[in-house]
């Protein structure tokens, strides 16, 4: 497996490939979608998990779409601040960099575990949610508070 890269590596090698640009205009309406879809995923996570058992490989479902809330909040405060980021990590590397009380850990672990499930066919179960769980609703309330400020 290979080693994680440090917050300070990925974002230095993001700014470097071009991944991470700044971006001109007013993308208001995007934003305010991305907000929308994200808490439409958080809702959807929330359904899911009620009577949902703890082997049911649906968790993976309910982990999928936390993730997909989170992204999309980084997103919107990755638009908000006028940036064009081509992937995940540079994202959350742009977010950690400029929110230093956010874990890139926390992060890199989210990430890994959600790439798992959309690209090799692995689940996530209720022991990966559950210990998720807490710092995905900190997060994405954290970034919500940014984008609204």
């Not at 309406?29 to 009620?50: H, V, Y």
């Not at 982990?63 to 980084?74: H, I, N, Q, V, W």
Request: charged content about 30%.
């Amino acid at each position: 497996m290979p080693k994680q890269k440090t917050l300070t590596e990925t974002y230095d090698e993001c700014l470097a490939n071009g991944q991470l640009r700044d971006k001109e205009g007013d993308e208001t309406g995007r934003i305010k979608t991305m907000i929308q879809l994200a808490d439409t995923f958080l809702e959807s996570a929330q359904d899911l998990q009620k009577n949902l058992a703890p082997e049911s490989p649906k968790w993976s479902v309910v982990y999928a779409l936390s993730y997909d809330a989170l992204r999309e909040l980084a997103g919107a405060y990755a638009k908000l601040n006028k940036k064009n980021i081509a992937n995940h990590q540079c994202l959350f590397a742009y977010v950690c960099y400029n929110e230093p009380e956010l874990s890139w850990d926390f992060f890199e672990e989210a990430r890994t575990k959600r790439n798992g499930i959309e690209y090799y066919g692995s689940l996530a179960t209720y022991n990966d949610f559950k210990k998720m769980k807490i710092q995905f609703q900190i997060y994405i309330s954290f970034l919500k508070k940014k984008i609204q400020q």
